[in-house]
């Protein structure tokens, strides 16, 4: 690895399983900066060359509104109360109680999930995860905010294509296959340090609900998304993805494919990959992002990749955060 932290230096996936002890299939040790995780693979020569992605000038926020999912399929999360308030008449002022920092498009820090088996990222002790704390915070992406280029791989559009729509409400695991398969479909070609961005259709499927079947399909527990494997976690750290974000609840489906590889070493996530790509690799996930207008609109120009920045709320030892997430192509 060099000083500069440039992507190609990192070892592959398999190498990973070759590292011993506790640092099996991790990334632990191996960043510049400890508690940034993957978004180190953005070099600045990365970021540069991002510049090329806009072509049209055209400028999307990919943050849905902070009470959007209410209800949503958290079964603790709630809409933020929004209050304004006055001094005097010629004075605002506002403040939003009971705010969820991941009840809406998110990202998920590296303090948000501590691996069952090895514990938080990098070794992170435990008693270190608390209100305060800045370790593996996100101040980390606030203070150094994520830039670069990002690639969109249209899921919904491609099973659109073939007359075969993704069903949401069975909650369809979706698996590597369906995405390279997709991915050839657009000619899309990743580069280290990319941003990839999942485009499912789930989350306008979801809000087009009524409030009662949102209620039900919460209750049911199912929702689509990529299914878990070894597989998805090796491309996912291989391609150098500096986060992996998607339209849908948690990137991944619920429940869990029959089979979880992950079953015995995430058994408090039931065998979801979570564990394995923000306390292992330290790869962020985004979550609930809005990407159908996005979606659309490459469709419409046939260019598949955006410059884009994302800078969560600077809140020390914040376990998440709105991306605030802005596109431009």
């Known amino acids: 690895m060099t000083a500069t932290g440039e992507a190609s230096t990192y070892p592959n996936f398999a190498e990973l ?37 806009i072509r049209t000038g055209t400028v999307f926020g990919l943050d849905y509104p902070a009470d959007a999912f209410d209800p949503g399929m958290s079964l603790k999360r709630r809409a ?26 998110q990202i998920d820090g590296l303090r948000h999930r501590r691996a069952d088996d090895v514990g938080f990222y990098n070794g992170t002790p435990d008693d270190r995860i608390i209100e305060g704390t800045p370790d593996l915070g996100v101040q980390e992406w606030a203070e150094n905010p994520i830039a670069g280029r990002a690639i969109l791989i249209d899921l ?32 899309l070609r990743t580069r280290p340090g990319d941003i990839l961005m999942l485009h499912t259709g789930w989350c306008e499927w979801f809000l087009a ?12 527990r199912k929702a689509s998304g990529v ?8 491309w996912a750290w291989d391609s ?23 079953q015995l070493p995430a058994p408090n996530d039931h065998g ?17 992002w809005k990407l159908g207008p996005l979606a659309r609109h490459m469709r419409g120009n046939g260019r598949w990749d955006a410059f884009i920045s994302i800078k969560p709320l600077n809140i020390t030892g914040g376990t998440g955060s709105p991306a605030n997430a802005t596109a431009i192509t």
Not at 158 to 185: K, Q
Not at 227 to 234: C, H, L, T, Y
Request: glycine share 10%.
């Open 17 to 53: 399983l070759q590292r011993k002890g506790d640092l099996t299939g991790t990334s632990w040790g191996l960043f510049p900066e400890s508690g940034r995780g993957t978004p180190s693979f953005i070099s600045k020569k990365a970021v540069l060359e991002a510049k090329d992605c």
């Open 80 to 105: 933020p109360r929004h209050t304004i308030y006055s001094s005097h008449p010629a004075h605002r002022d506002d403040y939003l109680d009971g705010y969820y920092l991941q009840g809406s498009t």
């Open 156 to 187: 919904d559009g491609y099973r659109n294509s073939l007359g075969e729509p993704i069903d949401h409400a069975a909650g369809e695991a979706l698996g590597l296959d369906l995405i390279r398969t997709a991915m050839a479909a657009q000619s």
């Open 209 to 220: 609900l009524a409030a009662g079947e949102k209620q039900r399909i919460r209750e049911r």
């Open 227 to 234: 299914a878990q494997s070894r597989e998805f976690v090796a």
């Open 240 to 262: 150098q993805f500096a986060v992996v974000a998607a339209d849908n609840f948690a990137v991944e489906c619920l429940p869990v494919v029959s089979g979880s590889p992950f």
């Open 272 to 288: 979801m990959m979570h564990q394995q790509l923000l306390a292992k690799l330290g790869m962020p996930l985004g979550e609930l």
